[in-house]
Every structure is written in C-alpha cells, then in structure tokens.
C-alpha cells in the first residue's frame, strides 16, 4: 500500500521534472537574448534536478544512495543559481544590452549595478 | 517503474539536445556557456538516472564528481572570457 503510493509520487516527480527540463530547452533556443535564453536555462535548471533526484530520492528509500543524491541535490541548488548569476553578470559586463519589449535593443547608459 | 525511468532519460535527452544547439549556434560566446551549463546539468541528472535504470549504483558517485566539475569548469570559463587569463587578479582595463 505504502510502497505503491511512494511509487506514484516518485514517478510523478520524475516525469513533471522531465517534462519542465524539455520546457528549459525549448525556451533556450527559442528565446532572443542571452538574457532570457539564461532565465530559462537557469531556473529550470534548479526546478527539474530538485524534481528528478527527489524522485529518485523516494524510489530508493533509506538507504546510503539516498544520502549521496541529496548531496547531489544540495551542490547543484548551490552552483545552478551562481554559475547563472555569474553568467549573467558577465554578459552585462561585456556590455550586451538586454532586448526590450518591442524588440530594440535598449541604449543609453548601463545599468550601474553591475 | 523502469519504464518511467525510460521516459525521464529521453527527455533529458531532448533537453542536451536542445542545449546543445544552442551551444554550438549561439551568436555570443555567453549563450554557448548557457548551453554548456545546461547541458553539464543535465548530464548529472541523466548519470543519476542510468544508475538506477541499469541497477549499476556506483553511477552515482560518478554523478556527484560531474556536479563539482560542471560548476568549477562554468565559473573557469567565465573568468577565462572576461580577464582573457586564469591568472590574473583584477578586473582589465577597458580597450
């Protein structure tokens, strides 16, 4: 009974994590700008690893896999959104404009935050 | 159960795929590292997942190095492509 029921959840998990990392990469090539080609890359790039080895996580139980998955799990929420945030942060350094809603590229000066 | 697990790796799949097109099409060198930094993600997610599909667990101490890798590599080439040397220790000056 119990087991079933883990079963269901971890495979729902599994397969919604698939689904949205197909999403992440539709929205990385379709989208026009390093800017939001990164928003898409980097923020499904948190949600499915959290979904797939959390999935995983269930399917295995205790057991000593499940600690070395949560590891997994714990580096890559760490490193996702830094390496996005630097990635980011260089592209805005090396003085790519962001496009904007009506497809120019903005001018004038850059932002001063960064 | 192994046939959920079948579908989640071809999914995966897709997204390297995907990734990495836009890695090798990107116009900027910062959408290649967008496509490179997605795809070594979902190379850990894909290595976690072939350990279980296959039942080979020592798989996933593999995954656990990529995932240190895949980070270190990102931020080395971020610092490659603004200071144009691992070495150096300030920001360039402007050309």
């Known amino acids: 009974m119990i087991e079933t029921l883990i079963g269901i959840i971890s495979a729902a998990m599994l397969l919604t994590g698939g689904a949205f990392a197909v999403i992440g990469g539709i929205g990385v090539v379709r989208f026009p700008d390093v800017y939001t080609r990164l928003h898409a890359g980097g923020v499904t790039d948190t949600i499915a690893p959290l979904l797939i080895v959390g999935g995983l996580v269930l399917l295995s139980g205790w057991h000593l896999l499940s600690f070395k998955l949560l590891l997994i799990l714990l580096f890559l929420l760490f490193t996702t959104p830094t390496a996005s945030h630097a990635t980011a942060r260089a592209a805005m350094a090396a003085g790519i404009k962001p496009v904007t809603k009506d497809g120019h590229r903005r001018s004038g000066a850059p932002s001063s935050n960064t | ?95």
């Not at chain 2, 990495?20 to 997610?45: C, E, M, Q, Y």
């Open chain 2, 1 to 95: 159960m192994a046939s959920v697990l079948l579908a989640t790796i071809l999914a995966i799949f897709t997204t390297m795929a995907l990734a990495l097109w836009r890695a090798i099409r990107g116009p900027s060198v910062f959408d290649t590292i967008v496509g490179v930094n997605v795809f070594g993600t979902k190379t850990v997610l894909l290595i976690a997942l072939i350990a279980y599909f296959s039942g080979n667990n020592d798989l996933v101490d593999v995954a656990l190095v990529y995932a240190l890798i895949n980070f270190l590599a990102v931020i080395a080439v971020l610092k490659l492509v603004r200071q144009r040397d691992l070495a150096a220790s300030r920001e360039p000056a402007d050309d």
